[in-house]
Each structure stands twice: as C-alpha cells, then as structure tokens.
C-alpha cells in the first residue's frame, strides 16, 4: 500500500517458543498436545517456597539468535518479574527481562518481492516464560491449562522502521526462515509456536515526528500480520482525514471483517512494576562461551544461499529458491550427492517435485520420493538412456507406484532408442506416409520440421533419442531437397 | 512524597483490591508511614554502589535441558479452589490484561 500523503511508521514484537525438551525454569515437557495440566509442577504452577532454575538450553538458544543478528551479548543480564494478575498466569507475575536484555542492537537483513534489500535494526531479543492457555468458550466459566506455563521464549523487538505490511511480512518470513534453520523454534503460527505484535503509527510523508501508535495483539499467520497492517494503516488514516485523533490503544484483528477494533484504551493500561527477580541470579555470559555458541551454530540461510551457488554452481535464483526451507535445501544436497547433474537436479526439485508439493500440500518431509529416487531420474537422462519427456512420465509412474527408476524403466520397456538404424526406419516410414507435409515443406514451409519431429516421437512412444532424431531428420530431409 | 488516597485506588486497582473510605484512610496512612520509615536510607550516599539485584554472588545457576518427574494431574489440581474435569476452573475473564 502506498498513500500519496501518509506513511506508515511499524515496529513487531515476535514472540519464538524455543523448542528446548523441557520448561525455562523447571523440567517439565514442552510436548505440544499433551493432557491439559499433565505437564506441571510446583514451580510452573507458582506454588510457594519453589525454586526456579534457568534451563541452559535456553541461553544457548538466545544467543544463537542474537548472533545471527550481528546483536551485542550482554556480558550481564538479570531477569525481572513483569507483574499482572490473569488466571493463565499463577505466579502473578512473568519472569521476564527488562533493563538488560541478553542481546540488543542487531540487524535483520530480508528481500522484498521485487528483490530490494531491506534492513531492520533490532533493539533487542530477551528471554522469558510463556503463560498458560485460557479456553474461554467451553462453558460459562473460563478453563486454565497450565501446560504451556513457563515454556521458554524469546521476544524479537525490532525498531520502528518497517514501512510498509509488506515488508512486515518479509520481516517476518525472514525471522521464521532464520529460528528453524537455528534449529531453536519450528516456527508454526498456526500452533502459536511463533506469534506476532505489530505497533503501528502514520504520520504525513516526509515528517519526522511519529503519530500516535497503537498495537496490534494475536496475530497467528504472516498473512493476517498483512492484513492486520493494512487495516490498521488505513483505518488511522480515515480518522485523521476526518479531522479525528489516534487514541493510543490496543487492537485486536477480525480477520472474517479485514477490521481491527479497539481492545483496550491507554487509560486503563497496564502498569507492569517491573522489578529484579530475587529468585534468580545473574546470566554472566564469557567471550568463551558465545565463541562456543558460534563454532556450534547452524548454518544460516543467507551462508546456505551463497554456498548452493558456489558448490553447485547454479544460478542465485535457483539457490534462493532452494534454500527457502532447510530441509527442501537438504532434499537438493542428497539428490546432488547422486549425481553429477547439479542443474538438472535443482531444475527436477524446483519443478516437478515442489509442484506435487503444492498440489498436494505437502512438506518436503511428506513428499512421496526419496532423493534417490529423482537422482535416478536425472541419471538417467543425463546418461542418454531416457528422454526428459520419458523422464517426467518416470515420476509419474515412481509417484503412483514407487519403485527404483532403472528396474522401472528397464521393465516398462522405456530405455531411449539411439540406434540410428531403428530411427532412421521409422523416418523413412513417416516421409512416406505424410507426401503433403513433406511437399510444403520442401517448398519453403521450414516450420513442418517441428511436426516430422514430433510424428516420430509419437511412433516411437517417446523413446527415440531427440538429438538423433533431430539429426537425421535434418539429413533426410536435407537430401529430398536437393 | 507523600501517598495521596488517589495513589491508594491506583495501587487497589493492580492489586485488584477494594478498600471502603475508612479502610483507605487507614491505608494511607499505613503506606505513608512505611514510606517515610524507608526514607531512612535515603541518607546513605549511594553514589558509589551498584544496584543490588540479588543477595548472593553466584552466576549461571543452571540446570541441563532434561525433563523431570511432573505432577500427576489431580495433584496438580488438588489445591484449586475450583475445577472441572482435568481444568483449573476460574470466573469468566476475558481480557483484564
């Protein structure tokens, strides 16, 4: 969206629930789906006289984040109590971070669609407890499991300097992208694993002082952070035209209308009275230790991209692409460790293979054929013994039916004739039996030759060899001209 | 710095607390009183000291990412006032936050 008179001023809060196997501050399971109020215990339930204790696991995690974002680690942080009263919250208070965030001042770098570069500075990313769930519609009364109470996360707070929904959706495709290649966060909005905030303001363009911003809570797909800012922007901007105020407020999103509605006004605003939390001591994290975390870290998208291209040598286009999803990236890497072909290789899993992907819904996980399976196929187009025509009708056949793509090819009769006796026949018996189109074409008509072409394929079910075909034709042909 | 009763129906309303008149008269004085007692250590110079969050030295007190025996839930339910099947049962609240 772009207005000719206002523009948008957006920062995001992400919230990533760190896929440790146990809670931030006590050893209860993580597992989603679990029994409601299977997974507690007395530190997670607030009970008195309890302990907390940091889950190294988490610490690790944050800075792996942090580093990826070119942040600064705090040599020390501490964590703080956040306090409200909610019934998902039994301590009455979250443990949180405040005044000295683990990481702060960092970069998210993403594209846009159009392939403009962006960047987002972060001012911080701290780590905290998650609050159980609330199920409010089963009955009169409200419902508390406190399963997901004290799961790790870590809240991404960027500056404001996203401009558009757009790039709020880049933004945010890029930090998904970044936790699962991280292997600390699977990234699924849907199950709340990744959740979003969006403050967002509009000002005339050109000017320098922000308007005031209001906040968007609970928004649980990267589409709906789009729409949710669209909404938003345009709604602020219909109330200043008509000579209105933005009240500062908190919004929610109702994706059925594509409408954000006032949740709570700054008057009755929470005041959270942070203070140190006496329970817990100080993180110290040593130069030696964030030297460990980055020997140890995952390879980043960004680091995957450039060596796709450099080990592969296919275009940038082709490693974008493939580097999307980690695991489709290792999907490529296995077929390529079956094949020379690394093109072809990029070209079968970018088309067919994401293309059954996206009929069916399916994550490369899901995706009926092993990478040896479509190496196979790549091998054996490479080496001349199917055509790519054969090569597509050869998955079709692997996906309904499996198999290994040699034995199939060999027991379906479908290896490609070479033979230049066998082809030459066959084009004999079409110069024959099609007199008119061999006419015109000797008169001129250049564009037949395509129809000879393909006249044999048919006879030859696909397996005639193209390149030999195309040869002989043109020497055939050739011959009757003169 | 005195608290006023305006200060007192800030303070209740966090708490989610109600206080009648007389019983927040007495709170303003009860706070007023606790305040100047801790007005005392205003006349320590602090200048020089770091603000104390925790009362021992000890760093990285951390526990391995290993799961640990959990409560069965009707322990973990036994001290609920109300609940309903394996639920903590409260008020309807939606939104307070």
Not at chain 1, 31 to 48: D, H, I, T
Not at chain 1, 343 to 357: D, T
Request: net charge negative.
């Amino acid at each position: 969206m772009n207005h000719p008179k206002y523009e948008a001023v957006i920062g995001l809060e992400v919230h990533a629930q760190l896929s440790t196997k146990t809670k931030i501050f006590c050893g209860c399971s993580t597992k989603f789906g679990a029994a409601p109020n299977s997974q507690v215990c007395p530190v997670c339930l607030g009970m008195p006289g309890v302990l907390p204790v940091l889950n190294e696991k988490v610490v690790e995690y944050v800075i792996r984040m942090g580093l990826a974002h070119d942040c600064e680690i705090a040599e020390k942080s501490t964590f703080a109590r956040k306090n409200y009263f909610y019934p998902d919250l039994p301590k009455g208070y979250q443990i949180s971070q405040y005044e000295d965030p683990i990481c702060a001042n960092g970069t998210v770098r993403f594209k846009l669609e159009d392939g403009t570069e962006k960047s987002v500075r972060l001012m911080r990313i701290h780590m905290e407890e998650d609050a159980g769930k609330s199920l409010h519609d089963q009955h009169q009364d409200t419902f508390v499991d406190l399963n997901r109470a004290g799961t790790p996360l870590i809240e991404i707070v960027s500056m404001p300097d996203i401009k558009t929904a757009e790039e709020a959706g880049a933004y945010l495709t890029k930090l998904r992208q970044t936790v699962r290649y991280l292997e600390i966060c699977d990234g699924n909005m849907e199950e709340g694993s990744l959740r979003c905030d969006a403050n967002v303001s509009v000002m005339l363009k050109g000017s320098t002082v922000f308007g005031t911003r209001t906040e968007l809570k609970n928004l649980n797909s990267i589409k709906f952070v789009e729409k949710a800012i669209e909404a938003e922007i345009a709604r602020q901007i219909d109330i200043i035209e008509e000579g209105g105020k933005i009240i500062q407020a908190t919004m929610l999103y109702d994706p059925h209308r594509n409408e954000t509605r006032v949740m709570r006004t700054k008057e009755n605003a929470h005041d959270y009275r942070y203070f140190p939390d006496p329970d817990l001591v100080m993180v110290h994290v040593t130069p030696d230790r964030i030297d460990s975390v980055r020997n140890n870290m995952p390879e980043l998208p960004d680091q995957k991209q450039a060596r796709l291209i450099s080990q592969y040598s296919i275009p940038a286009y082709d490693a974008e692409v493939l580097s999307a999803d980690k695991e489709l990236a290792a999907y490529y890497e296995a077929v390529c460790r079956e094949t020379s072909d690394y093109k072809a290789a990029s070209n079968w899993v970018m088309g067919e293979v994401m293309r059954v992907m996206k009929e069916k819904l399916l994550s490369i996980g899901e995706f009926s054929l092993s990478s040896s399976q479509i190496a196979g196929i790549v091998n054996l187009i490479k080496d001349g013994k199917i055509s790519t025509t054969i090569g597509k009708q050869l998955f079709e056949e692997l996906l309904a039916n499996g198999g290994n793509p040699a034995e199939v090819v060999e027991a379906k009769g479908w290896i490609q004739v070479s033979d230049t006796g066998a082809i030459e026949a066959v084009i004999d018996e079409i110069i024959a039996a099609n007199p008119g189109q061999v006419a015109e074409f000797l008169s001129g008509k250049d564009k037949l030759f395509g129809f000879f072409v393909g006249q044999t394929m048919k006879a030859m079910k696909g397996k005639g060899n193209p390149k030999v075909i195309n040869d002989l034709l043109v020497q055939k042909l050739e011959a009757l001209k003169k | 710095m005195a608290v006023t009763p305006k200060d007192v129906d800030y303070i209740a309303a966090l708490a989610h607390l109600k206080f009648g008149e007389a019983e927040k008269a007495a709170m303003v004085t009860d706070m007023n009183n606790i305040l100047s007692y801790m007005e005392k250590l205003n006349e320590l110079n602090t200048d020089q000291v770091d603000p104390l969050t925790a009362i021992t030295d000890a760093e990285n007190v951390l526990r391995p990412d290993e799961p640990k025996t959990m409560l069965q839930n009707e322990d973990a339910l036994s001290n609920a006032p109300s609940k309903i099947g394996p639920f903590f049962r409260v008020p309807k609240v939606i939104d307070q936050l």
